[in-house]
């Protein structure tokens, strides 16, 4: 995806991560949604409380009591109606043309505007799908 003199290669590569969500969830997603199992489907859901719960994704170490999914970042960012090459209007940060993950710079943009194209991916895969996608880069002095 990053080569030398592309256009594209202006880019931290993959920007999201590919989210994880209950099976449960998962079934409200189209039935074309990629979806990779993560742990026993025969599990039985379980209720988190709100004080157990530590932040997104799984706990760590902890032995999944969900039965677990990974989703397609890539397939949701597209699905919620952002093509490749997408740009907000005036701004110098794209969607990269070969790969919806990326997000590049096409010369100049500063860090404000790669975080208002990542908020409005964000937003929309969040209004499609219920879905918030997590930045892949750690960011300094930005956020999102």
Known sequence: MLKPGDPDATSAGSFFTNPIVSLSFSRTLPESAPRWPLNDPELPDRVIPLDDYY???PVPGAVPVVPLV???????????GISRGFRLPGSRAAVSSKHTLALT????????????????VQQRV?????VILQPEPVLVGLGL
């Not at 969040?126 to 219920?130: H, I, K, N, T």
């Open 55 to 57: 932040g997104i994704g």
């Open 70 to 80: 990974k989703l397609s970042a890539a397939w949701l960012i597209e699905h919620a």
């Open 126 to 130: 969040q209004a499609e799908f219920g």
């Open 105 to 120: 710079n096409t010369g100049g943009a500063s860090g404000e505007e790669i975080a208002q194209l990542a908020r409005f």
